[in-house]
């Protein structure tokens, strides 16, 4: 018999033409109508080791037999991601978050459920356990025994077909946090958690075959990387991390601040003592310093209109404050055995290549945690290679979405996808992983399934899912003469067609193609659709943008909602957009479907010249 399954599924669907994958598809959905009774964590376990791997693609996460059936009968276009690509081994880049996007119980749902993932966090747990002097589990994880319950409650497969975002965390000031997010958020605990909870989920995904061939980290993360590359072992790592944040935790306070400017443009706010902490993109830099010059130039920033965003941090990282502890880290430092980088990795101070001098030099180090983190130059680096798969490994979804905003290279052709929700998303941590397999999966790189399903008591099951595509053919009788035209076979039609087509004039490429998104593309159906679809394209600066395409997966950040919220009211003066309707779906169908609901209900108070005008521009 099968044995306990995961409490949520992958189900991959590969076939030669989109028809054929269409059909496999819909054999899948009435074969489970059928068969009820069928195990679902079969069913997944036999469509990824029992089947071949075609071009077209289709993936599916779904909680249960119920759940699947309701999806793959409706296509649901949120739900069901497609591609066309061939399985090759595209070289993947590991990119590993810093301080931040932290948040408790990150994880948690990988640590009750994946066995890999909660060994290598118990290891780093125990030998951080002297120094720290106390267990860090109970700090990521303060109820992980008692947890399991609210895990299952996270499990709901209709918060999973919504992206479920808290704008509210996103656009606003951040709340005073409680007495749990305050212990988690210390620096002298929050560095070694980051690191424990990354380190843990990179040697997931290595077991699980993603192997990377090149790596970044931003900020501590580069610690990450440079462990798994071997410049120091995981005793050591553990060891400097602990000290830095010791070092960092035992000086004054500071604050750091998202700012939407370029690095030239930034320049004249570097006053004060403020200090420009990181480029993380070509648009996007972020100041850090004494807390009432960030106060400050928050203030002068936003009374200009200029977005920002102040960061959950206690110091001022990457600053000037940190100058005093150059020279005592380096010493701490230069007491590890350092070795050349034996993955490929990418320097924060340079934005380019770390060498293996700079691995083994403890000034390197140093230099590291005083200086600006150069992100954005470690990007552009990174997309020199075109077929490169980017992988954020940490929680949350900045780095890869700074890495789809990167401007250059074949944008449409990027793949950058994150390995843990984030803190205001709802949906369930081994559901998002999954995604993230999945997506893995659609853009050709190769899964070993039977690794993946190594913890587990899986069996084949029988699946009447292959797609045949019978067509009949009909050959012309050879009575006439070698001069008789003939009629053109199926392939002379085809090619005919075709033909005809490539001479048609092709489309005016716009500034940015529409990103490498999974779900299909559907275009705007009416006037209010298109008006939301204009304030997107020009804040994106993407030219084409389906009505289920969600904002933050076309590279959109939080910075740039607030822009994008701004100018919906502006356009719907009428109105006023509630920012409860992006929390659950961050989509145009349904931006439009809210706004129009909204000019509705504003008819009735209208005079009726005013509402027949209203009405006439809404039909």
């Not at 490539?502 to 298109?530: K, W």
């Amino acid at each position: 018999p099968s044995g306990k399954p995961r409490t949520w599924q992958l189900l991959t669907l590969s076939a030669r033409t989109e028809a054929a994958l269409e059909q496999a598809r819909a054999n899948l959905a009435r074969h489970l109508r059928q068969t009820p009774t069928l195990n679902m964590a079969d069913v997944a376990y036999t469509l990824g080791v029992g089947r071949k791997d075609f071009t077209q693609r289709q993936i599916l996460v779904c909680r249960d037999l119920d759940d699947a059936l309701s999806v793959l009968e409706t296509r649901d276009p949120k739900r069901i991601l497609v591609s066309n690509q061939k399985t090759r081994p595209r070289p993947v880049a590991f990119m590993f978050s810093g301080v931040g996007d932290q948040y408790v119980n990150m994880a948690l749902g990988l640590y009750q459920t994946e066995a890999t993932f909660r060994s290598h966090v118990d290891t780093c747990a125990e030998l951080l356990r002297s120094s720290l002097g106390l267990d860090l589990r109970e700090v990521i994880y303060p109820q992980r025994e008692q947890s399991s319950a609210m895990t299952e409650l996270q499990g709901d497969p209709t918060s999973f077909a919504r992206s479920g975002l808290d704008l509210r965390k996103m656009l606003r000031p951040p709340e005073p946090a409680d007495e749990v997010t305050q212990r988690l958020n210390q620096t002298a605990l929050v560095h070694p958690a980051l690191f424990v909870v990354e380190y843990a989920l990179a040697q997931m995904w290595m077991e699980w075959g993603i192997k990377p061939q090149a790596m970044i980290g931003h900020s501590i993360g580069e610690y990450v990387a440079a462990c798994l590359a071997g410049v120091f072992s995981l005793e050591e790592a553990l060891t400097l991390i602990t000290h830095r944040a010791r070092m960092i935790q035992e000086i004054s306070g500071g604050a750091m601040l998202a700012v939407a400017l370029p690095e030239e443009e930034i320049q004249p706010f570097l006053r004060q003592g403020l200090s420009l902490s990181a480029i993380n993109s070509p648009s996007v830099c972020v100041l850090a310093g004494p807390l009432e010059a960030v106060q400050q130039a928050e203030s002068e920033l936003m009374g200009r209109g200029i977005a920002c965003r102040r960061l959950q941090t206690t110091h001022a990282f990457h600053s000037a404050m940190m100058e005093p502890l150059r020279q005592s880290f380096a010493e701490r430092v230069s007491q590890v055995a350092l070795k050349p980088p034996t993955i490929q990795c990418l320097s924060n101070v340079t934005g380019t290549w770390l060498t293996a001098e700079q691995a083994t030099d403890p000034n390197y180090w140093a230099d590291h945690l005083c200086q600006t983190v150069r992100f954005a130059d470690g990007v552009r680096a990174l997309w020199q290679a075109p077929d490169r798969v980017l992988l954020e490994i940490g929680p949350g979804q900045t780095l890869s979405t700074l890495a789809i905003q990167h401007p250059g290279g074949n944008v449409t052709e990027r793949v950058a996808l994150a390995s843990l929700r984030q803190s205001y998303d709802r949906r369930p941590d081994l559901a998002f992983l999954l995604g993230t397999l999945g997506e893995l999966w659609l853009a050709g790189i190769p899964i070993d399934w039977k690794i993946f399903y190594a913890g587990e008591r899986r069996r084949r099951i029988p699946l009447p899912t292959y797609p045949f595509e019978r067509q009949r053919y009909w050959v012309e009788p050879t009575r006439f003469s070698h001069a008789t035209s003939v009629r053109p076979t199926l392939l002379e039609e085809k090619q005919e067609e075709v033909t005809s087509k490539s001479t048609e004039p092709g489309p005016v490429m716009a500034r940015h193609a529409r990103p490498n998104l999974r779900n299909l593309y559907v275009a705007p159906r009416n006037d209010l659709e298109r008006e939301v679809t204009a304030i997107w394209q020009k804040l994106l600066g993407i030219e084409q943008v389906g009505v289920y395409d969600n904002f933050f997966e076309l590279g959109g950040h939080s910075l740039m909602a607030a822009q994008m919220l701004t100018q919906l009211r502006a356009t719907f003066p009428l109105v006023e957009v509630p920012l409860r309707s992006v929390l659950e779906d961050p989509t145009i169908a349904t931006l439009a479907q809210t706004i129009e609901q909204l000019l509705l209900e504003k008819v009735e108070e209208l005079p009726e010249a005013d509402a027949e005008r209203l009405l006439l521009s809404m039909s």
